[in-house]
């Protein structure tokens, strides 16, 4: 009799497990940002809960836990219920360059978390401020390599931009001095004051620099021209050829979350990616939707990882504490 009981149990907890991944969601979910309120990735994340909120028929709220780059809410992220109630919303730095920056770092990107889908890319434009005499890629690479190495200072407001910056100035033959900065603002104001020369920023913060005249754009960084600016030219065409890098976001759920409900959430995600509204959304800031399989957001974070790895390698860069 005890075994059958035991049996029936066992029948029982399996027979739910489709039940419950088939009738999923029952109740609202919360989609935790690793940042405060305002940058990128929190718009990402407000823009795809209103949308699935619809899609799924339930409220989706965005849960803003900002701190150590992102890692405070990934780490929060990672430990929740496996059970597609608490997902999360995160990009280029907690999950492509903090497993190279820091040491201490209590989530895996690929282990820690079932992979739904990116989301979107931004392009990064590259900017000099208005005193450095130069107007494309290649006369900056002339103009740098007349002067001493490191002579041409550039500023950061988080270690995706140094790695990207750093990837960049190796491509392009050149030494650059890292300046970090607590946020893109007082960055931005070093820029225009002239403290420092160059960045490599989201369009989507950039643009109304640019277009006002107090910066000047040499390129973007991503692979094809952005309908934001499409008088730039990437640079690849500039002559670093192959060379690309993008700031994106993705949407993830902690490791062991039912394969049914991350399939459900992932078609949820794309359809919502492939609508005329999101893309003209996007396209005015200069995002690209970037609707993609859990397996190939698994694989870019990955790949994204050993890139980021390689570069803080050739560059010397060591791993804060």
Known sequence: MKKLIT?????????????????????????????????????????IATRLSTELGQPVIVDNKPGASGMIGCEMAAKAAP??????MAGIAPLGTNPVMYKQIRYDPVKSYEHIGLVAKQPLVVVVGNNVPVQNIQELAAYLKKRPAGDMFYGTSGSSYQLITEAFAAQLGVKMTHVPFKGTSPAIESLLGGQIGFMIDPFSTMGTLVKGGKVKALAITADKRSDAAPQLPTVSESGIQGFEASSWQGLLAPAGTPKEIVQKLNEALVKILMSNEIKQSFAASGVQPTPSTPAEFRQFIQAENQRWKSVAAAANIQPED
């Not at 029948?11 to 405060?36: E, G, N």
């Open 83 to 88: 059970d597609g109630y608490t997902l999360l």
């Open 7 to 47: 049996g029936l149990c066992l029948l029982s907890a399996v027979l739910a497990m489709p039940a419950q991944a088939t009738d999923y969601p029952q109740k609202s979910i919360r989609i935790i940002v690793p940042f405060a309120a305002g940058g990128i990735t929190d718009v990402m994340g407000r823009t």
